[in-house]
């Protein structure tokens, strides 16, 4: 048997309208507003404008046509019955599918093509009625690849008694719900066995899509049913992307005081709504408009005459002489009215206090005033004026920062901001005014029996200008404790370079080299150059900062004494950090620049075996690493104490004579140690010949030099043991005479 099949078309150009509110309706100016009752509002339209024309549609799909002679609103070949514009909605009659018992014609209708429309599953069904039927619903899309089928049965197998009118749930009568974007959709219902069964009292089918409500079933549908159009809602949307697309592009459709958003059916395309408070068609050239919630009564105020209209919105208030929030939960209530006294009272209280607060903050701020000037003359700054005016300094020279300047550039001395800490002082990460990183020192309360040294030593360090040496920029001497400013190095300090650095540098030797001899430099320019001689007092590998070349820069000078031309030893507080401590200085608490000898001494042998300078987790032998380096030095097993990863062919000389340098600086009596001096041309030396090897023609005597150090065990001496030994010359002078002299004491 054949299969009478009718297209239908879902995805439809969209026509009708039911608007309650004109204004809701609006069309485009000079076009026709309404076809048989029909209201028709933009982006839909029929023909052109007769004022500018131009298209009263926004684009094909919305293109009507009004059918004078009968008054029929059309798009294509279907009537259109409605349009809804805040739901995006069209609805129009669609024929009906129909096959019947022996029925060789098929009845047909044209696809639309247009995707904007589809038919909205919410607001239709599917049905097939017939006791030998079955339906298809099928969609498909341009691509071709897209295509699906779905439907519905219903067999009575000759049986009409149990068949229910009204009832459409699979006997006589089946029904489904609509699949989601559903384009191009074609009905076609079938029969099973050509109605042999139920010829009685059904020889046809009938499939068609229907408005929810718009349908009931009765029995007498299957002998013949009762219309042959019915009524589809479908979906529409403008364009053919997303809001956030179209907007991109400013192809978006959506006019003033209206929002876009996603389409209810179509896969692509957006709808427009009017926002929250206004009213209109969205779509329309002059946008939505403000709703008067006052006026037409939509508003929750005690009345009218409380509502003030708002753009998008209202507001509600009280008369005159009441308060409250004006709503009609909220209501109103009457002020009550005080004595004017009793407000002039209050007033006056309130003046009162103001005064009192006023003069109060102006006595805290001149006592604050008073206490930094305490501050400032206790912590030595006129001393430092003084000073800057004789010698001539200049403001550039030694800055004098503020207090509330060192506060906000260390957010109020954030714990985060702490860097380091130290016996003598804690040191803050801080960011000027003018963007400049720097480091913040507070120190500990400054002794007033010592203020002018400490003044002076302020001056003169920000007198320092050496590149390998940490710059003091100035101080704060308006707070309790004096606060330093130096530049900010970035790079960590040595320590943490030699113990717990991870990356390729830290066992590069030439690196490990360049860094003892830029801070060489620094110690040597402190003793020798500097204006007034400075004992650094604490060189460690912690006190020496890294920048971001690895170049080293001498830091903290809190306990540095500064040394009278006329004197060479000071004698002082011993102070100074275990394991880095010079053991004469220790005993006689005499303080001399070979007391920062031995201490490089020690940071050279952490340079070279990657080992701290005193820990208790080694064994008793290795405990101390001077003593255990001296120790290998000795047993010629110096290579052994080297860290692993430095040591290869082309440096093992420039190592084993920087060992024997470090042992120099080690000696027990300060006389037989070099100057610093000494140590940074030894030092620089070294690194000459490491960039030009062809000029080191003595390699292999200093090899045999270095064989030849042997510690006596009965006298603590390193000295020569053989004959080969005393003929063998060193770079500079005879290892012979600097080495067995400067190491005598051991």
């Excluded at 899509?209 to 589809?232: C, I, P, Q, S, W």
């Amino acid at each position: 048997m054949e299969l009478k099949v009718m297209m239908l078309i879902v995805a439809l150009v969209p026509l009708g309208v039911v608007a309650a509110n004109r204004d809701h309706n609006q069309a485009l100016d000079g076009c026709q507003r309404e076809c048989g009752g029909v209201q028709i509002p933009y982006p839909f339209g029929i023909g052109k404008s007769n004022t500018t024309g131009e298209n009263c549609s926004m684009d094909e799909p919305f293109e009507l046509t009004c059918e004078e002679q009968d008054s029929i609103l059309k798009s294509g070949d279907f009537q259109v019955t409605s349009i809804n514009i805040t739901k995006g909605q069209v609805e129009m009659m669609a024929p009906v599918s129909k096959s019947c018992r022996d029925t060789s014609s098929d009845e047909t209708t044209y696809l639309v093509t247009f995707p904007s429309f589809t038919v909205s599953r919410n607001d239709n069904k599917f049905v097939s009625v017939g006791c030998d039927t079955f339906g298809y619903l099928n969609s498909s899309y341009d691509d071709g690849g897209r295509t699906y089928s779905t439907g519905c049965l219903s067999r009575c197998y000759g049986n009409m008694f149990d068949i229910v009118d009204e009832s459409c749930s699979g006997f006589g009568c089946c029904q489904m719900d609509i699949p989601p974007n559903m384009v191009n959709i074609s009905i076609q219902a079938a029969s099973f066995d050509n109605f042999k069964e139920s010829l009685s009292f059904n020889n046809c089918s009938y499939s068609f899509v229907v408005k929810n409500g718009n349908y009931t079933f009765y029995k007498e549908d299957l002998k013949k049913l009762r219309f042959h159009d019915v009524a589809v809602i479908y979906d529409w949307s403008v364009g053919n992307e997303t809001c956030e697309a179209s907007k991109n592009r400013g192809t978006n459709a959506c006019k003033r005081n209206s929002e876009c958003v996603r389409s209810n059916g179509a896969e692509n395309g957006y709808q427009c709504r009017c926002k929250f408070g206004f009213e209109g068609n969205p779509y329309h050239p002059d946008g939505c408009s403000d709703i008067d919630e006052c006026k037409i009564g939509r508003h929750d105020c005690i009345s009218g005459d409380n509502c003030h209209n708002m753009n998008g919105t209202y507001r509600c208030f009280c008369p005159k002489g009441q308060h409250g929030n004006g709503t009609r939960e909220g209501r109103c209530q009457e002020n009550n009215t005080l004595p004017k006294f009793v407000i002039g009272g209050g007033a006056g209280f309130i003046a009162l206090l103001a005064v009192i607060f006023f003069l109060y903050w102006m006595y805290q701020k001149r006592k604050l005033s008073k206490l930094k000037e305490k501050f400032f003359k206790q912590n030595g700054g006129y001393i430092l004026l003084q000073q800057i005016s004789t010698r001539g300094e200049s403001s550039q020279t030694v800055q004098l920062f503020t207090e509330d300047e060192l506060k906000k550039a260390t957010k109020n001395y954030d714990d985060k901001l702490i860097i380091g800490r130290g016996g003598y002082g804690t040191v803050f990460k801080g960011v000027l005014t003018n963007n400049r990183i720097v480091a913040i020192k507070k120190s500990k309360i400054v002794d007033e029996s010592q203020i002018e040294q400490f003044i002076n030593e302020v001056v003169v360090l920000s007198r320092i200008n050496h590149r390998n040496v940490v710059k003091l920029l100035g101080c704060c001497l308006e707070t309790e404790v004096p606060l330093l400013v130096y530049e900010f190095i970035n790079n960590g300090t040595l320590f943490n370079f030699i113990h717990k650095g991870r990356n390729a540098n830290n066992l590069i030797w030439e690196t490990r080299l360049r860094i003892a001899t830029e801070a060489a430099g620094a110690l040597s320019y402190l003793h020798s150059a500097a204006s007034i001689p400075i004992i650094h007092r604490d060189i460690k590998s912690s006190n020496i900062l890294l920048d971001s070349t690895y170049t080293a820069k001498v830091s903290d000078f809190g306990a540095s004494r500064f040394v009278p031309q006329d004197q060479i030893a000071l004698a002082t507080m011993v102070q100074g950090t275990i394991g880095y401590l010079d053991p004469e200085y220790m005993q006689t608490s005499q303080l001399t620049e070979k007391s920062d000898v031995y201490s490089f001494g020690v940071v050279l042998a952490e340079l070279l075996t990657g080992e701290e300078p005193l820990s208790f987790d080694r064994s008793e032998e290795k405990r101390s690493l001077a003593i255990y380096f001296l120790s290998s030095l000795k047993a010629n097993r110096v290579f052994d104490a080297i860290q692993d990863g430095i040591l290869n062919e082309k440096n093992e000389q420039e190592i084993k004579e920087v060992a024997i340098l470090a042992a120099k600086c080690l000696s027990l009596k300060g006389e037989d140690r070099p100057s610093m001096k000494e140590v940074a041309m030894e030092l620089e030396g070294i690194r000459v010949l490491q960039k030009h090897p062809w000029s080191n023609n003595n390699g292999d005597n200093n090899l045999g030099e270095t064989q030849c150090l042997v510690l006596d065990e009965t006298s603590s001496r390193i000295h020569m043991h053989s004959e080969r030994c005393s003929h063998q010359n060193y770079r500079y002078d005879s290892i012979n005479d600097q080495l067995s002299s400067s190491l005598d004491g051991r």
